[in-house]
């Protein structure tokens, strides 16, 4: 038990050094004016909403069988959550530079704060839209509340694991920040967003499953409308992917702490 004590210390401090960045960032953002940390919500949950009225309106509803306000909140709702949080991650140590002087603050707590900021905000724009929908009629209660979770979770896990491989490198390599953006545009072409994997032909599958979120985003849709289409999705893959992505962004993070001290 003795040797529990240090680490269940470092865990207490840990997570009220979060907690207080956690703070920092929503008044630093957000204000105290206004409707202050709602916008927090309010800015995923007005995007997604949007699109999904052009989709319902322009697309007669359904396509292929498939419920078209279901498919736009999924697709639109996943694609904010992973890539928010990595644009949260460019330069977030630059950004907090001044408190990371203080000794209990380390360059990942930073990190921490924004991804932790950014999936709260998704994940509740997501699940007030989605209660909206169905109140109104618009789509269906979720199938599997489980996979629901579960798809929200690796998506997630993987713009979490992304933030940290753009946000050191773009600390260090200016061109990282320049070089992500044409990036993230063609990741946004063959996210999903706008199509499910059994409507492309076999070999553009194979392809395309490439692409670690796809499978989550295929997960996430089997759970709200799965007996509609045959979801194609690998587990095992994304978790390997996401893990490894994970380890090497916890690795370039403790370089980039190494070289700030070093200042």
């Known amino acids: 038990m ?8 470092s865990f207490a401090v840990q997570r009220r050094v979060v907690g207080s960045l956690l703070m920092r960032e929503i008044l630093t953002r957000y204000g105290r004016y206004n409707i202050g940390f709602l916008w927090l919500f309010a800015e995923p949950a007005m995007f997604t909403l949007i699109i999904t009225l052009i989709w319902h309106y322009t697309r007669a509803g359904r396509i292929s069988g498939i419920p078209i306000t279901a498919l736009a909140i999924t697709g639109y709702s996943s694609l904010l959550l992973w890539r928010n949080i990595v644009n949260r991650g460019k330069h ?37 839209l989605s209660i909206l929908f169905i109140y109104i009629g618009w789509m269906n209660p979720p199938e599997n509340m489980l996979k629901v979770i579960s798809g929200l979770f690796l998506l997630a896990w993987f713009g979490a694991s992304l933030s940290l491989i753009i946000g050191s490198l773009s600390e260090r390599f200016e061109f990282v920040d320049r070089l992500w953006r044409p990036i993230s545009y063609i990741l946004f072409l063959f996210s999903g967003v706008a199509y499910i994997v059994e409507w492309l032909p076999l070999d553009s599958q194979k392809i395309i499953l ?24 690998d587990l095992f893959y994304i978790s390997m992917c996401n893990l490894c992505l994970t380890l090497l962004g916890l690795l370039l993070v403790k370089v980039a702490g190494r070289r700030i001290e070093a200042e």
Do not use: Q, W
């Open 92 to 128: 977030a140590v630059s950004s907090n530079n001044a408190v990371l002087y203080h000794r209990n603050i380390k360059i990942l707590d930073v990190f921490l704060s924004r991804i932790l900021l950014e999936i709260a905000g998704a994940v509740t724009s997501f699940f007030v």
């Open 210 to 233: 490439l692409l670690p979120m796809i499978h989550g985003l295929e997960l996430l849709r089997d759970g709200y409308f799965g007996s509609c289409f045959t979801a194609h999705y």
């Open 2 to 9: 003795k040797n529990i004590e240090p680490l269940r210390h």
